[in-house]
């Protein structure tokens, strides 16, 4: 069974651009959340999706959004990147019902550099 | 947002020693999750705990809920040089809230 993929593993950017990430779960997850892990701050809660409707949100600015799909599959977005963007971003999948959040399983992140 | 307070921040043991870490929080937490993260790689979920009090293994590695529900225990036993890497917390409450990680090195 294929676990949480993410694309892409790698990239880097510029201030003042945005950024797309991907994140497939695993088969039969209807929960995705997003993380954001520093060294400073570590694992921070972005939000959660369950059936393609925002369940959860972290204390992060609006610049920060994200997505989900029919098919669960989910998309984050960064918008105007600042050089506290760097980090790597986590994806996890749950196997949750609507009233509750079930074991999170990761992603490998996208590890996003901002020059 | 909550804390979750992890110790010990790093160790360095000795191959077939065994290892303990916590984490603890003043608030209180339905589920506790340990993850082990690997240099590049996303953490890897050992353990899930739902009930205080609860005692669980994985192989070497055992955990508890804490019996206030504000503290979980991660304890490593005979640790071999595979066991290196990052461990943190989970604990969840309206959302997961993640430990700062405790990072353990194993020297052969």
């Known amino acids: 069974k294929a676990g949480v993929t993410q694309t892409p593993r790698y990239l880097i950017k510029t201030r003042g651009q945005q950024v797309t990430l991907s994140c497939s779960p695993i088969?039969?997850?209807?929960?995705v959340s997003w993380y954001q892990q520093t060294p400073g701050q570590g694992l921070q809660f972005l939000f959660e999706?369950?059936?393609?409707?925002?369940?959860n949100k972290g204390n992060f600015p609006g610049r920060f959004s994200g997505r989900q799909f029919s098919n669960s599959r989910s998309e984050m977005n960064v918008s105007t990147l600042e050089l506290g963007d760097s980090a790597l971003y986590l994806c996890a999948s749950s196997l949750a019902t609507s009233g509750d959040t079930g074991e999170l399983f990761f992603g490998e992140g996208s590890r996003l550099t901002v020059l | 947002g909550q804390q979750l307070n992890q110790s010990p921040q790093s160790m360095f043991i000795q191959e077939g020693e065994d290892v303990s870490m916590n984490c603890t929080s003043s608030s209180i937490f339905n589920t506790w999750l340990w993850y082990k993260q690997e240099p590049g790689e996303g953490p890897v979920l050992l353990i899930a705990?739902?009930?205080?009090?609860e005692l669980t293994s994985n192989g070497r590695l055992t955990a508890q809920f804490g019996i206030t529900r504000k503290d979980s225990f991660l304890n490593i036993s005979a640790s071999i040089p595979s066991d290196v890497g990052i461990y943190f917390c989970?604990?969840?409450?309206?959302?997961?809230?993640f430990g700062t990680g405790t990072s353990l090195t194993v020297i052969p």
């Open positions: 705990l739902y009930k205080a009090g």
């Open positions: 999706y369950f059936s393609e409707t925002q369940r």
């Open positions: 088969s039969g997850h209807r929960s």
């Open positions: 989970a604990g969840l409450m309206d959302q997961f809230y």
